[in-house]
């Protein structure tokens, strides 16, 4: 089944009215966040009932975004829909628990399911899809969605939405930054945002179990493929040592990234004895979301993770080994430096 193109007007239509259950993707970071209650904020003023729900913890961090203490997890979520939003991700399989909600849907009572998102997509589910992989974040999206229906943007919005894109561009320095991202974010400036803030409160307010799981990770950093490749990675007993959860592991890889002579950093965190998360971030020119989807998972070109199966050791040597061949080919072919 293919989806049909969501248009502006559509997604009007659709959410007017209705029902609404807006999912965090797992894992979910300051894009997913800010999209969901942009978007919540929205249907009140279409006369719908939204449901922002997460099957994953939702991060501390974001609890200045107002409407985040109203995020709910599956379990607390009851009653039908008539519509699943999904944000920042286009398959059911990224948004965990919340997948069973929609399963157990009678027949002739499934909801709609719409798509917004940024990702270059694969394979994706969905009645009605917008996606476009030029958008820095799914927060851009939603913004000029909010601008071309006229849809008001409060100062707590306007900071979701902001928060989301600043995120999303490693506050303004990733590639995928454009003058695109800062007229808009200037426009959420001038209703509310404040990039000091949103600064302060998502980079500099973290935990010591944060400050001292970082500090392990770079002290087992090693490096491969002649120090193209950095690499380190967590145990359980590197979280229970340092009092962290896997959440405060997000942003490490960035700092692999930033050694000189680096292409590909990758940090691998050991869910339990059979599944390893991996993600994986790159420089200049390997497309990770390739080799991640090549290991069953996605994202984006410079910046893209899986979940996989196997020993946090197995899954390290068989990404390790794939990823310093594709570095060796990518540079036989002379399109790398
Ligand atoms: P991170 O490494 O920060 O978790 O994720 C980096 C990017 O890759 C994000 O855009 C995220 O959506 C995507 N990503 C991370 N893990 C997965 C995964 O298991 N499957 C897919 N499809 N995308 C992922
Ligand atoms: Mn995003």
């Known amino acids: 089944?293919?989806?049909?193109?969501?248009?502006?007007?559509?997604?009007?239509?659709?959410?007017?009215?209705?029902?609404?259950?807006?999912?965090?993707?797992?894992?979910?970071?300051?894009?997913?966040?800010?999209?969901?209650?942009?978007?919540?904020?929205?249907?009140?003023?279409?006369?719908?009932?939204?449901?922002?729900?997460?099957?994953?913890?939702?991060?501390?961090?974001?609890?200045?975004?107002?409407?985040w203490e109203a995020i709910r997890r599956p379990e607390r979520v009851g009653g039908q829909?008539?519509?699943?939003?999904?944000?920042?991700?286009?398959?059911?399989?990224?948004?965990?628990?919340?997948?069973?909600?929609?399963?157990?849907?009678?027949?002739?009572?499934?909801?709609?399911?719409?798509?917004?998102?940024?990702?270059?997509?694969?394979?994706?589910?969905?009645?009605?899809?917008?996606?476009?992989?030029?958008?820095?974040?799914?927060?851009?999206m939603i913004f000029d969605w909010m601008i071309d229906q006229g849809l008001p943007i409060s100062g707590g919005v306007a900071t979701a939405l902001y928060t989301g894109i600043a995120t999303d561009t490693g506050f303004y320095a990733f590639p995928n930054t454009s003058a695109g991202t800062f007229r808009r974010s200037a426009q959420l400036v001038q209703l509310g945002a404040r990039p000091h803030h949103v600064h302060q409160k998502v980079n500099e307010e973290r935990s010591m179990a944060e400050i001292r799981i970082l500090g392990r990770a770079l002290e087992k950093m090693r490096v491969a493929a002649g120090g193209r490749v950095a690499w380190t990675e967590i145990t359980r007993s590197d979280l229970t040592d340092t009092g962290a959860g896997t959440d405060d592991t997000e942003g490490?890889?960035?700092?692999?990234?930033?050694?000189?002579?680096?292409?590909?950093?990758?940090?691998?965190?050991?869910?339990?004895?059979?599944?390893?998360?991996?993600?994986?971030?790159?420089?200049?020119?390997?497309?990770?979301?390739?080799?991640?989807?090549?290991?069953?998972?996605?994202?984006?070109?410079r910046a893209a993770g899986a979940k996989m199966s196997g020993s946090i050791a197995e899954v390290r040597k068989r990404v390790i080994e794939t990823g310093s061949r594709q570095l060796r080919l990518r540079e036989a072919g002379g399109q790398g430096k």
């Open 252 to 301: 490490i890889v960035n700092h692999l990234r930033s050694v000189a002579g680096t292409e590909l950093a990758v940090i691998f965190v050991e869910m339990d004895t059979e599944h390893t998360k991996v993600s994986f971030r790159s420089r200049e020119y390997l497309d990770v979301a390739e080799l991640a989807r090549s290991f069953g998972g996605g994202g984006h070109a």
């Open 81 to 140: 829909f008539d519509v699943l939003l999904l944000l920042d991700c286009s398959s059911l399989s990224r948004i965990g628990r919340v997948r069973e909600l929609v399963d157990r849907a009678k027949p002739g009572e499934r909801p709609l399911i719409a798509v917004v998102d940024h990702h270059r997509t694969g394979e994706t589910v969905g009645d009605y899809l917008w996606s476009d992989a030029g958008a820095a974040a799914t927060c851009e």
């Open 1 to 67: 089944m293919s989806a049909r193109e969501l248009t502006p007007e559509n997604l009007r239509e659709i959410l007017s009215g209705s029902r609404v259950l807006i999912p965090l993707h797992v894992a979910p970071d300051g894009d997913s966040i800010g999209s969901a209650l942009a978007v919540a904020s929205a249907c009140r003023h279409l006369d719908s009932k939204p449901t922002v729900v997460s099957s994953d913890p939702v991060p501390t961090t974001y609890s200045f975004l107002p409407g």
